[in-house]
Each structure stands twice: as C-alpha cells, then as structure tokens.
C-alpha cells in the first residue's frame, strides 16, 4: 500500500502554491495524500511555514508540538518536514527542538524537497537541510495530470466534484486556491492566505487544489528587494528572481489546457517583475498582456502589487483588457506620510491615493483591498486616524490588517517608540469594525444586481442527509464568492463560457497577501455559507437516497467551469447568495 502524506499550509498564497505543487509531485512519484479523517496516520508530514508575522510562526511551533503529541500517545514514528519561511529563518535548529524533524527546507528548497522526502522515508536516521538562496528562480516540472485523485481515494475529472462526505461546505478542487488545508483539530491556516475564512470563523472541509483546476496560481518571481522595515521576506525568500517569460507562459498553456478557466499570477512584489532580468523592458506589464492573449483565459488576476512599481500603463491595462479582473488588492500600510516614510515604503498618501484615482478612472467597477499594520513604532492616535480616512477615501472594500509585531533582523526591531500592545489592539478594533461595516454596506447594495459568476465547485450533503441543500460555488469578476442554489430540471441554459465583461456588479472578497505583521485578523475573506433561508427548488432533492445524491453530482458537475448569469438574492457578511437567470 502506498505511504500516506499529509501537508499543512500556513501563509500568503505564494506557500499555498508551492504545497499545492508540492502535493502533485509527492502523488506522481507514489505516495497517497491522507484523507483528513487519516491524518493522524500519515507517514509523512510536511509542515509548510510562515514567519511574516509572529502568530503564524507561533502557530507552526504549535502544530509541530501537536503531530509530537500524538505520535508520542500512538507510539509510532513518522517523517517530519519543515518548509517555507520559518524553516528558512530557524533552519537546523528545528531539528534541536523537534526530534521528529528531519527535513528543513526553505522556499528556495522546495524544488529538491519531494526526492529528499523519499530519500528520508527510506534512511530513517538521515537528516537533511536545503537553506542555500538559489542565483536564479529554480524552474519545477509542472506534473499535472489529467485524472486526480482526492485525498478520499475517489477519482474526479477536471470538473471537479466529488462524493462529499464533510459537514460544511463542500468538497471542490479549486476552493480559494488554499491547498493542503484540513483545519479543526489537525492542521490549519495562516491569517494571510487570500480568501480563507477569519481565525474564529467555522472552517469548512475542503478537497485540496489539485491540477486541472478551475482557477489556478502561476509563480512568476521569487524574493523581494524592497527590505520595508518591518519586512522579513527579503531575509527569509532572498532577494528578487523573475521567472522567463517563456516558461510562464509554457506553465500557464499547460493549465489552461487542464480545464483552467482563471489565472492568478503571483509574486511578493509581483509588479517589479523583470527588473532583475537583462532584459528590464520585459517587465510585468508586457507580460501581463502575453498571459491575457492566451486563447481561452477567462479571468485574470494578479497579487500581490507595490504601490511604488505600479506603472500608469499597468494602470491602463485594466481599462484595456477584458478578461483583466476588476479587483485589486493594493498594501497602503498607514496613511500617514510620517510612518509610511518609517516604514520605507517609497512612496506618500498623495501618490497612493493618485493610483487609487487612475484605476478608478480606467475601470470605474474596480473593487480595492488592502493591507494595514496599526501600531507601528511611533504612531499616534493622528496618524491612526489619517490611515482610517485613507480607508474610507480609497472605499477600501476589504482588508487584510493587524497589529505590528517586531521581526527578527528587521530594521523596526530595532526602532524606539513601540506602541503598547493594548493600544494597538484597541485601534485593530477601531479599524476592523469599521471595515466590517463597510463591506456589509457594500454587500446588501449588491441585492437585486446581476453578475456573471465562474462556477468553481459544488456543495453538496452526504447521502442520507436532508440538512442542507447542495449549492454550486464561484466567484464573479470581482472576487466575491457567491453560492446559488443548485438548479433542477438540468436546464443549463445557453452558456458558452464567455465572460459578460463590464457588468462588474457584485463586490470582492479578500485577495492579499502576507505583506503587514502583527497580532489581528482579516476581514471580507472567504465563504459565507451561513446565510439562512432554503432555495426555492430545494424540496426537489431528495437528498435521502444514495441514488439521487450521485445523480445531483453528477448534475452539478455539468456547471462547473462555466460562467453563469446570477441574480443576487442575499447578502452575507462577506460573501453572497444568487441564483440563476
């Protein structure tokens, strides 16, 4: 029987990438991901870290106690592997702290690791370490594979559904691209990952990304030469390495020819791309419009920008390209002039607020979020509340923010005036219940709207259940998730899958990346599936018969992939509830 491994994701999108490719080679070179109620039998573990704030990298700590524990009271052993940022920063001293590590591995290290993994399962006295900074991005065989298996054993097509046998929201590939993450009482999620549900939120079951995905993330540089004061990438994933632009573009051909439909491009500072290359004049935006000319992208999308690198042409490319998104996550930090300075961050409120006004003016549908840290050393109540107006200004829909936390080796560490924690907090509170009551604002405006929403999976109950109803999930242009009652009768429609670009309505959920630090949490991210009331079909399931419930799997299949015209009925507090045209 083939050896069982289990990943756990924490942090920004970049690390749920990589566990997700992670993921596809283990599986091509033999090995079975454990379904989530077999994780606790795995045979290996890989523990894929964040360190950009101080509570992600508590948590890791936490889950490599956890995995001890109860190896320890099961009397078993297991291989234990550390990648990603925290790994890079502690290094070999994890395998001081915790005897059952034996692979460390930074982000620099994940294209070696899957063979290291084998290595290790078969010398069981071995420990290996991977920290060096490679000189140039390392390219990764891309091993998708046109059949899947989810981690219940059960093959899926491209499409994407599967029996489902969770309690929450249902089983799909492609779930807020947040691969590997099984979160309760085994594994968990880091607060940055874009699109997953708040810290205190219930957190659904899902079936890990998989190739052949609806929505996809492509890589196209590694690092960061920015150095912001509070920042540890740059120390933790080494300065800046662009990817050639023909092997993005090979990577992205390959997905989409898999059934990808979106393409998220992603990169700590992912608009000063090229800017390492010989060649500077192949920079992102040149890039941006060969991914675009791909024949059938539907949607893309990009995460996360600098404000500083943000080029008036890339600003135009959102008036100019139609499967371009009108969605856009852009990190202000503070809206202080004085801590935006501190923080090195190259540039003031004024330009922010200049690129706020041009991408308003190019796409007047555009939805913005943001990042925010509060309390940075030397902040007053004044400059808190010149980054509220800047909030309120810009009509920030979401936000990704959180109290400052010193990092090691940054240049804030360092610095002389640190705000008092229950300060900081306080003003968290302050901003986050602002946030939370604009974003709901803006969601109950959508009711009664129209959007075209990219069916990304289904929800669907377990047989011999009646109580919830089975849904089919998506996002429309604009990122907000939408879940609209499954349809009866198998009348699709005359769908082509053509995107109706320009109708824009509806509103966004969080698509950030790990770019503040500190203590806090997120709002407008992820899937509200708490919004009560049945849909009006819902009594033609019966949903008690093993024999209608493959058939609705069967029905909701034949959305998935497609853009369907929505008209919504509900609103959440973070996402909504539509039904079909």
């Known amino acids: 029987m083939a050896q069982l491994f289990h990943i756990i994701t924490f942090g920004c999108q970049m690390n749920a990438a990589d566990s997700d490719w992670l993921r596809r080679s283990l599986t091509s070179l033999g090995l079975r991901e454990a379904a989530p109620e077999q994780a606790e039998q795995a045979d290996l573990y890989v523990v ?5 704030r101080d509570k992600p990298e508590q948590k890791v700590y936490s889950e490599l106690g956890r995995i001890r524990r109860f190896l320890n009271v099961q009397g078993r052993t297991a291989l234990v592997c550390v990648g990603g940022c925290v790994a890079q920063q502690i290094g070999e001293g ?13 982000p620099g290290g994940v294209s070696i690791a899957p063979e290291a993994m084998l ?23 891309l091993r998708l594979q046109s059949l899947i298996s989810t981690p219940n054993g059960n093959a899926v097509n491209a499409t994407g559904v599967t029996p ?8 799909h590939p492609i779930s807020n691209n947040v691969p590997g993450n099984h979160p309760g009482k085994f594994g968990g999620m880091a607060e940055n990952i874009p699109g997953s549900t708040s810290a205190t939120a219930p957190q659904p079951e899902k ?9 996809a993330s492509v890589t196209i540089m590694q690092g960061c030469d920015n150095f912001c004061a509070y920042c540890i990438v740059p120390y933790v994933r080494g300065r800046q390495k662009s990817r050639r632009v023909t092997e993005i573009l090979a990577e992205c051909r390959a997905l989409l020819a898999a059934g990808g439909k979106e393409i998220t491009l992603l990169g700590q500072n992912v608009n000063s791309f090229g800017q ?10 040149p890039l941006l419009r060969q991914v675009a000319a791909l024949p059938g992208l539907e949607r893309l999308r990009f995460v996360t920008p600098h404000p500083k690198d943000l080029a008036p042409e890339l600003i135009a490319a959102f008036g100019e390209l139609p499967n371009l998104c009108p969605r856009l996550h852009l990190p202000l930090q503070s809206g202080s002039d004085r801590v935006l300075k501190a923080m090195g961050r190259k540039y003031d409120l004024a330009a922010y607020m200049k690129i706020v006004e041009g991408l308003k003016k190019a796409r007047p549908e555009i939805l913005l979020s943001t990042d925010i840290i509060v309390g940075f050393p030397g902040e007053t109540e004044e400059d808190f509340q010149a980054t509220l107006r800047a909030m309120q200004e810009m009509e920030c829909a979401f936000s990704f923010s959180f109290v400052y936390s010193d990092r090691p080796g940054t240049r804030a560490e360092k610095m002389e005036g640190k705000i008092e924690q229950a300060v900081g907090l306080e003003r968290l509170a302050r901003l986050q219940a602002w946030q939370a009551a604009y974003t709901e604002k803006l969601l109950k405006a959508q009711v009664g709207a129209q959007c075209k929403v990219l069916v990304e999976g289904a929800s669907l109950p377990p047989p011999a259940t009646q109580k919830r109803e089975p849904t089919l999930q998506g996002k429309d242009e604009r990122g907000i998730a939408v879940s609209i009652a499954l349809p009866t009768g ?13 109708l824009g309505n509806g509103a966004g959920s969080g698509l950030g990346s790990g770019a ?58 973070t996402s909504l509830r539509g039904e079909l045209l």
């Open 48 to 52: 894929n870290t964040c360190s950009v």
């Open 94 to 106: 994890l395998f001081k702290r915790f005897r059952e590590v034996r692979l460390v591995f930074g």
């Open 119 to 141: 290595r290790l399962l078969r010398e069981p006295d071995l420990r290996l370490s991977y920290l060096d900074f490679p000189e140039n991005y390392q390219e990764r065989p």
């Open 164 to 171: 489902d046998k969770t309690p929450a929201v249902a089983q």
């Open 207 to 215: 079936t890990p990304a998989q190739p052949g995905q609806i929505c």
């Open 276 to 285: 390492d290359l010989a060649q500077p004049e192949l920079g992102f935006t």
């Open 490 to 502: 198998g009348n699709t429609g005359s769908f082509d899958g053509r995107p109706d670009i320009g």
């Open 516 to 573: 503040g630090n500190g203590a806090g949490s997120r709002l407008g991210s992820g899937l509200d599936t708490n919004i009560n009331g049945k849909p009006a079909n819902s009594g033609d399931y019966n949903l008690a018969d093993a024999s209608a419930h493959a058939a609705i799997q069967a029905d909701a299949a034949r959305f998935i992939g497609k853009i369907l015209p929505v008209k919504i009925v509900r609103a959440g507090k």
